[in-house]
T-cell receptor, first 115, second 109 residues
Framework: NAGVMQNPRHLVRRRGQEARLRCSPM?????VYWYRQLPEEGLKFMVY????????ESGMPKERFSAEFPKEGPSILRIQQVVRGDSAAYFC?????????????FGPGTRLTVT | RKEVEQDPGPFNVPEGATVAFNCTYS??????FFWYRQDCRKEPKLLMSVYSSGNEDGRFTAQLNRASQYISLLIRDSKLSDSATYLC??????????FGPGTSLSVIP
């Protein structure tokens, strides 16, 4: 059973470009979470999705950031018009549809560098 | 007050020492609790869930005190490989998962 997969692992973008980060959850998992970790800082929750639904996006910046988890295919975190402050590690986690446990399993992350 | 707070650290301990990490949470209706570890520049990995009765996994023991809204992690006989950042994680009653800021541990030979 493959773990959570994220790609690309490293992404370099110039200011003003768009960044697309992909996350494929573990098999059987229907909940996806995105987190951002700035250098030397802790994990910050961004968004929680289930298939075709955004459940909680309270951690998402209001502008330039969007996320989706379509019926087919990976979850996508999209950052438009990137700025230097967007440089960070973006982790995706998934969990099974078991409301009792909510254990999350993380992917290896995408390290975004904005030049 | 932050929703999840942890010892600021860092903790520097010799091999073989026992070390304890503390975590407090503000939402009394929180339902599930976990400890994760994160190695430098890697993804967080689930270490153990924390149950009301307390639970042990080898050298690791987790305790939960709902009345005090407090969670602890005890590591006995520390190994060099235990060096990492330990993250306290709380799931609230409204299905939100919150990570604490983490406590850094360095085990020294």
């Amino acid at each position: 059973n493959a773990g959570v997969m994220q790609n690309p692992r490293h992404l370099v973008r110039r200011r003003g470009q768009e960044a697309r980060l992909r996350c494929s959850p573990m098999k059987g998992h229907s909940h996806v979470y995105w987190y951002r970790q700035l250098p030397e800082e802790g994990l910050k929750f961004m968004v929680y999705l289930q298939k075709e639904n955004i459940i909680d996006e309270s951690g998402m910046p209001k502008e330039r950031f969007s996320a989706e988890f379509p019926k087919e295919g990976p979850s996508i975190l999209r950052i438009q018009q990137v700025v230097r402050g967007d440089s960070a590690a973006y982790f995706c986690a998934s969990s099974p549809p078991n409301v009792e446990t909510y254990e999350q399993y993380f992917g290896p992350g995408t390290r975004l560098t904005v030049t | 007050r932050k929703e999840v707070e942890q010892d600021p650290g860092p903790f520097n301990v010799p091999e073989g020492a026992t070390v304890a990490f503390n975590c407090t949470y503000s939402n009394s209706a929180s339902q599930s609790f976990f400890w994760y570890r994160q190695d430098c520049r890697k993804e967080p990995k689930l270490l153990m869930s924390v149950y009301s009765s307390g639970n042990e996994d080898g050298r690791f023991t987790a305790q939960l005190n709902r009345a005090s809204q407090y969670i602890s992690l005890l590591i006995r006989d520390s190994k060099l490989s235990d060096s990492a950042t330990y993250l306290c994680v709380v799931k609230t009653s409204y299905d939100k998962v919150i990570f604490g800021p983490g406590t850094s541990l360095s085990v020294i030979p």
